[in-house]
């Protein structure tokens, strides 16, 4: 994963894509002396997702673009622009489009709150996203963490969901087991491992093939460093690499297809997704009064992957140019 970064600097320098327009937008982080301009810059980006997709043959077969797209509302400028990025690849004449996908998306809450002030968050977040090009495009589900509690036999198979969000009536039960894990390092691994069953059980009863996570290159290299703190050293591929498929057809219940989790911004920068949205000039969602945060002991304090995230910010904010 490279990692590129804004230069502070006015010098103008030319475009090395166009070779005409102001390269100084985005400089490479590596020369400081190269860069793209304003125009290039959301090409590049697209390139890229569409590269880690296509070079590692992501969709084999027919049945695996059957996808299920993941809005978290913790990760929620990555997450805008995993369903940007994607609109953009499946649009276009039939026979130009970068991507054919059959899509639907799954807005997944994480936010330790009751069941009150979770409805205002998302009533909040659906006027924020029906204001957006791609909202038409796909099915959309509403759900929380806590839906981990549900038994999912006794959802339709219906996936669109307008009204509610899964795993209303269990908040209370989440967040108390949420909140009795004493160790801040606890929590937030115990938060990851119910957010992946969560993912594949909807994957599995849904029947989706294919899981489209919005991790960047930032986020799996702190998550790197996390697993060798966890003694999980041995899946450190797995969890960085565009493709997870480790997910056995006989782990969960009714499934009959095989799911693999897919990170198409692999090799996108946390840097790079901030001046994507600074040309779309996009609204923040937090000026929409969402709440973005999970929980303020959860999220602030020192845990192992809040210091492995100050790290690799660190280095990034350093101009420390790495390869994970």
Request: glycine share 4%; proline share 2%; net charge neutral.
């Amino acid at each position: 994963m490279n990692s590129e970064g804004s230069s502070t600097t006015t010098s103008a320098i030319s475009c090395v894509k166009c070779t005409e327009g102001d390269g100084s937008f985005f400089r490479l982080e590596n020369t400081k002396l190269a860069g793209y301009c304003i125009k290039c810059f959301p090409k590049v980006i697209q390139h890229k997702f569409a590269s880690s997709l296509g070079r590692n043959r992501v969709f084999k077969t027919p049945e695996q673009r059957n996808a299920l797209l993941i809005f978290t509302t913790n990760k929620q400028l990555e997450s805008l622009q995993l369903l940007k990025l994607t609109f953009k690849a499946i649009s276009g004449p039939e026979d130009h489009r970068i991507l054919k996908l059959n899509a639907k998306v799954l807005v997944l809450f994480e936010d330790l709150v009751d069941s009150v002030e979770l409805n205002k968050q998302l009533n909040l977040l659906k006027i924020f996203l029906i204001k957006q090009k791609f909202y038409s495009q796909w099915n959309w589900r509403f759900g929380h963490l806590a839906a981990i509690f549900n038994k999912f036999e006794d959802f339709s198979k219906e996936f669109e969901r307008n009204e509610g969000f899964d795993g209303e009536e269990n908040l209370e039960k989440f967040s108390n087991l949420i909140s009795n894990c004493r160790s801040p390092s606890v929590r937030i691994e115990l938060l990851r491992l119910i957010r992946t069953k969560l993912l594949s059980n909807y994957a599995a009863y849904f029947n989706f093939p294919s899981v489209l996570l919005s991790e960047n290159a930032d986020q799996l290299a702190t998550e790197t460093i996390n697993s060798l703190c966890f003694g999980r050293g041995s899946s450190i591929f797995d969890i960085s690499f565009v493709i997870d498929d480790r997910l056995s057809t006989n782990s969960l219940p009714f499934i009959n297809h095989s799911i693999q989790f897919i990170r198409p911004l692999r090799d996108i920068s946390y840097k790079e997704l901030e001046a994507l949205d600074r040309i779309e000039s996009c609204e923040n969602i937090e000026e929409n009064g969402i709440n973005t945060r999970i929980n303020g002991i959860i999220k602030e304090e020192n845990s192992v992957q809040s210091l492995a995230k100050d790290f690799i910010e660190s280095l990034r904010d350093n101009g420390f140019p790495a390869t994970v």
